[in-house]
C-alpha cells in the first residue's frame, strides 16, 4: 500500500472529500444520503463544526473520509458516533481498517467512552465484516431501516465498541 497518512480534515481537502461522497452516495447502496444530494449539503453535513472530520492521504490524493462525533447531545455526548467512507478506486488496499483503527485510537484521546454505528446496512458485508474484526459488536437489527436502490427495503444493524 502507498504510505498512508490519516489527519484532521482542512478546507483544502474539501474537493477530495466531496469526490469520495459523490462516488459512494451515487449508488445508493450503503449510506442514507440520496444519491445526487448537493455538494453543498454534504459538505456542511460532514464537515459541520458538531464534528472532527479526517482524511486518509495516501500519495494520489484523499482516499478516504471518517467523521466523529457525539452520538446524542447532552447526556449522550459520552458515546462517539463515527461514519467512513473510502474512495471506490482503493478497496481492499486497507485504508478502512487503518481510518478505524485510528478512530478507535481518537475517539479514547478525545474523551467518548465507547462508538455506536445506528445503521450499517445488513448487506453492506464488508462494512459488517471490517467492524466485527476491529471489535464492534451487533447489538440490534432494525426492519427495513434502508431504502437499498437495488434490494429495496433493508435491515440495519446498531453496532457498538465499549472504548
Not at 11 to 29: F, K, L, Q
Not at 85 to 114: H, K, V
Not at 137 to 155: K, M, R, S
Request: charged share 20%.
Amino acid at each position: 500500500m502507498d504510505r498512508l497518512i490519516i489527519r484532521k480534515a482542512k478546507p483544502r481537502d474539501y474537493e477530495g472529500i466531496w469526490n469520495i461522497i459523490r462516488a459512494v452516495i451515487s449508488t445508493g447502496e450503503f449510506y442514507a444520503f440520496r444519491p445526487g444530494t448537493p455538494k453543498e449539503v454534504m459538505l456542511g453535513y460532514w464537515c459541520g463544526s458538531d464534528k472532527h472530520t479526517y482524511v486518509a492521504e495516501i500519495e494520489t490524493g484523499i482516499a478516504g473520509t471518517f467523521i466523529i462525533k457525539d452520538n446524542q447531545p447532552g447526556l449522550g455526548s459520552h458515546i462517539a458516533n463515527a461514519s467512513f467512507m473510502t474512495s471506490p478506486n482503493t478497496e481492499g488496499r486497507g485504508i478502512g481498517t487503518s481510518m478505524g483503527r485510528f478512530c478507535l485510537d481518537e475517539a479514547r484521546a478525545l474523551g467518548y467512552s465507547a462508538i455506536q454505528f445506528n445503521l450499517v446496512v445488513k448487506s453492506n458485508d464488508s462494512a459488517v465484516r471490517l467492524w466485527k474484526r476491529l471489535g464492534f459488536q451487533i447489538i440490534g437489527e432494525i426492519p427495513d431501516a434502508f431504502d437499498h436502490t437495488v434490494l429495496g427495503l433493508t435491515n440495519a444493524y446498531i453496532m457498538y465498541q465499549k472504548l
